[in-house]
């Protein structure tokens, strides 16, 4: 069964911390993404990648970055945690080949004190 | 730019009645369109999808939903809901690769 798996289901954190948050997937996919999913705002897009090492930008990248070292993981950091990042990321990953299906994570909640 | 407009933020339908959610999109081309739901505390899982061909596409768990291009719409419907169902329903059109997802329905199943 394919499975995309976020490290930490819920965090807490405080202002100013560094934040990793980390997503593996078990599928040799080429594509992963990360979004940030707020109430009223469905999903968006903050960065994805196509391949190892490999990222470009989504709609919302401010005060993230991404690191893709391996083909199966990819981390989402916030250098200084902020109270407006306070959300739920959610982590997907798709094949190379275009199908129209992202398999997600079952998401991080993240609180930001 | 490509978005999805989802109209409405809650529905509430009775148990065994039929749904429909509503969903349109803003797309320069022939857009690729779906339908993911999201269960309370999970990811979201694809329910259907339309590349092309026929505008009535079949997904998992009974539902369905058409591509009419002159109104840019992509609805999705269930003849009878189930308890199970409730959850909350995003539309998405695709660039390729990237996503861009409405702000969701979420559905409330009545006993």
């Known amino acids: 069964d394919v499975k995309v798996t976020q490290s930490s289901r819920y965090l807490v954190k405080r202002t100013g911390e560094k934040v990793f948050l980390e997503c593996v997937q078990d599928?040799?996919?080429?594509?992963m993404f990360w979004y940030r999913q707020d109430p009223g705002l469905g999903l968006r897009l903050i960065y994805f990648s196509y391949d190892v090492k490999m990222k470009e930008k989504g709609d919302i990248p401010e005060g993230y970055s991404v690191s893709r070292e391996k083909k199966e993981r990819f981390s989402l950091i916030l250098e200084s945690a902020s109270t407006n990042q306070t959300s739920m990321y959610l982590c997907a990953s798709s094949s190379g080949q275009f199908t129209g299906e992202l398999f997600f994570g079952e998401g991080s909640r993240l609180t930001v004190l | 730019a490509q978005s999805v407009t989802q109209p409405d933020i809650h529905i509430t339908v009775s148990e065994g009645a039929s749904l429909e959610l509503r969903c349109n999109y803003s797309y320069g081309a022939t857009p690729y369109l779906f339908w993911y739901v999201q269960s309370p505390g999970q990811g979201l899982q694809l329910l259907l999808k339309y590349f092309s061909g026929d505008t009535l596409v079949q997904g998992i768990k009974g539902f369905e939903a058409e591509f009419k291009r002159s109104q840019s719409s992509f609805n999705l419907r269930k003849p009878s809901v189930h308890w199970s169902d409730a959850a909350e329903y995003f539309c998405a059109v695709a660039d390729f690769n990237k996503f861009y997802f409405g702000s969701g329905t979420k559905l409330n199943v009545k006993p």
């Open positions: 599928m040799d996919h080429e594509n």
